[in-house]
């Protein structure tokens, strides 16, 4: 990965250097800066302004959740990134819930359950049939072991999972939604039974058997899993935790090999790409500096006949009158000389007009040419910052996959056979079950975009 991490900077680099080659020519804008203010928090509902969808910052909320969700992948490591969040947050677009959720996201990825929260309420007060908020505000409230709350919550997402409207809800994200419930209800039923009464639990046991036969698969499957699991973890004793734990560490190895798969063929088709786009721009550099010493040759040509059609006007202008006689009579010999030399003169003057414009029309085809040139090589430059930009996120995503296998890696580790007072603790804690996956998310949000 560390090698794609090097193509990513090189990219940036080469994409660097080609400005620095156009704006030396002149044929690139200036960029420029923004403040970007500050943060200490994950902005929340209470920071937002209404804005008209009319409105320029409005129009343009698609980058602005893709900004978010970027910040996501990288962390907020610094001020610095929380700065940029917090600027980014406070003009939305009132009539889409994606872009609020992406601050739900990245607020769940920080562990700031408060902020998260909120946001999640203002998107559900807006826009009820957002399934993706229903399902973080229920996952938030077990998190908080708020369990009352969060089955009204499970209520109206396993209601809402065939009852959707909503266009902006991928078929992904509805069995997502239905893979967490059937989680939170194998919680419910069995590590999270003990403070909820059991008239609660079967309510919303009836409304999840309404859900449709398309549903209940991956409810089922995260239902058992559940239960599977803690039956493990509290009944089956020592052999059976070990088992669970080489299947922990296996499932680790199975992601990691997948990563690296990823990995090595994103590193190869990156070389590929820098390859092409360095022998683009140095076959279109070639281009321009032929077309640009054809320019100075013709432009030094043109100085130096103008030069010549110059000395002619000025031997016209100081050639030697006929003469005449006392009498005042011209002297035709001598008249006869001074015309001969005369048109001698125009007739050079004429052919070094003829050679300007010649050398006029070839210059100015040069620099139609030159411009067509340098037009290719913004492509180039825009081309290599796109493919820099795109590398850079892949890495993010990348880091991201790592990390999470990272995570799974020591969670196998921290299996112990030997259960005690606080491993039982643990078994009965919705964090031991909740797969939360911030990469997963954002990449489920990042699909229903609209395309540009």
């Known amino acids: 990965m560390r090698k794609l991490f090097q193509l990513t900077t090189l990219f940036i680099v080469f994409a660097a250097g080609c400005r620095s080659v156009l704006e030396a020519q002149e044929v690139s804008p200036k960029a420029s800066s923004q403040d970007l203010g500050s943060a200490d928090k994950i902005p929340s509902t209470t920071t937002v302004t209404k804005v008209s969808n009319a409105t320029p910052e409005n129009k343009n909320w698609i980058e602005r959740t893709k900004r978010i969700l970027e910040i996501g992948i990288a962390g907020l490591t610094n001020a610095e990134q929380k700065k940029e969040l917090l600027k980014l947050r406070p003009v939305v677009a009132a009539d889409d819930p994606r872009f609020v959720f992406a601050f739900v996201l990245v607020a769940m990825k920080e562990k700031e359950w408060a902020s998260a929260l909120k946001n999640t309420t203002e998107v559900l007060e807006r826009h009820k049939d957002y399934l993706p908020a229903r399902v973080a505000n229920a996952r938030l409230l077990l998190t908080q072991d708020k369990k009352l709350a969060a ?56 409304e999840t058997d309404k ?95 103008q030069s010549n059609r110059d000395q002619a006007a000025r031997s016209i202008a100081t050639l030697r009158q006929p003469r005449v006689d006392k009498n005042g009579n011209v002297d035709r010999n001598d008249e006869s000389r001074y015309l001969a030399e005369q048109q001698r003169l125009n007739i050079r003057i004429a052919d070094i007009d003829g050679r300007l414009g010649r050398l006029s029309a070839d210059y100015n085809l040069a620099i139609q040419n030159g411009m067509a040139i340098e037009k290719q090589m913004n492509a180039i430059q825009v081309q290599a910052q796109q493919l820099g930009m795109t590398l850079a996120a892949m890495n993010g995503s990348f880091v ?7 995570a799974k890696e020591k969670s196998a580790k921290k299996i112990d056979p030997k259960l005690s007072g606080s491993k039982l603790r643990q078994a009965r804690a919705f964090s031991t079950y909740d797969d939360f996956n911030f990469h997963k998310e954002q990449t489920l949000l990042a699909d229903t975009l609209p395309k540009e």
Not at 400 to 406: C, E, P, W
């Open 211 to 305: 859900i449709s036969p398309a549903h209940q698969g991956p409810f089922s499957e995260a239902r058992m899993a559940v239960m599977s699991e803690y039956e493990t973890l509290v009944d089956k004793g020592e052999q059976a935790l070990a088992d669970l734990r080489q299947g922990k560490v296996e499932d680790a190895e199975d992601r990691r090999k997948e990563l690296e798969l990823q990995v090595a063929k994103t590193e190869a088709e990156a070389i590929a790409a820098k390859k092409q786009i360095e022998s683009n721009w140095a076959t279109t550099t070639t281009r321009w500096n032929v077309v640009w010493s054809n320019c100075q040759s013709l432009r030094q040509s043109a100085i130096t006949w």
């Open 400 to 406: 991201q996959a790592d990390q999470f296998i990272k």
């Open 151 to 206: 089955v009204a919550e499970l209520e109206l997402l396993a209601k809402g999972l065939d009852d959707t409207s909503s266009a902006i809800v991928s078929s992904d994200q509805l069995s997502f939604a239905a893979r967490f419930l059937g989680l939170a209800v194998g919680f419910l039923e069995g590590p999270g039974k003990e403070s909820i009464k059991a008239t609660t639990l079967q309510a919303l046991i009836a």
